[in-house]
């Protein structure tokens, strides 16, 4: 049978991470009372210590400290698009140009 994955809000993991560091219980005995996979609280717990304001940004959030490189990467894309985009055109305007055809007739000069 396929388990799906579930997923927690930051709610809940703050809830998690405060009956590890407050009540003083196991991760694996949160785990097992909360019903969640093993390793997951720990991991919650060493997230919440490293960066305890902004823990759990939720998803398609950024955390502060990422948001300025995202945003230069996003930069940098565009930057390239837009090279590429610049040097297909200089080597189009670049071309020697080849005989036209003219559909109307010259005039000769005597």
Same mark, same amino acid.
């Given at each position: 049978?396929k388990?799906? +994955? +579930?997923?927690? %809000?930051?709610?809940f993991? +703050?809830?998690?991470v405060s009956m590890?560091t407050?009540d &003083?219980k #196991?991760? &694996?005995?949160?785990?097992r009372?909360? =019903?969640?996979?093993e =390793?997951? $609280?720990?991991r919650? $717990?060493q997230?919440a210590k490293e960066?305890?304001k902004?823990? @759990?940004? =939720?998803? =398609?959030?950024?955390?502060? #400290?990422?948001? %300025?490189l995202?945003n230069l990467?996003k930069?940098n894309?565009q930057?390239?698009?837009?090279? %590429?985009i610049l040097?297909?055109?200089l080597a189009? @305007? #670049?071309?020697t140009p080849g005989r036209?055809?003219?559909?109307?007739?010259t005039m000769? +000069? #005597?």
């Amino acid at each position: 049978m396929k388990k799906t +994955r +579930r997923k927690f %809000d930051a709610d809940f993991k +703050r809830q998690a991470v405060s009956m590890v560091t407050e009540d &003083r219980k #196991s991760c &694996r005995t949160v785990e097992r009372d909360l =019903g969640i996979s093993e =390793g997951i $609280v720990y991991r919650w $717990v060493q997230e919440a210590k490293e960066d305890p304001k902004n823990a @759990f940004p =939720g998803i =398609g959030n950024i955390k502060p #400290s990422n948001a %300025d490189l995202h945003n230069l990467l996003k930069e940098n894309e565009q930057l390239r698009r837009q090279r %590429d985009i610049l040097k297909k055109a200089l080597a189009i @305007f #670049s071309q020697t140009p080849g005989r036209t055809t003219n559909s109307s007739p010259t005039m000769q +000069r #005597s």
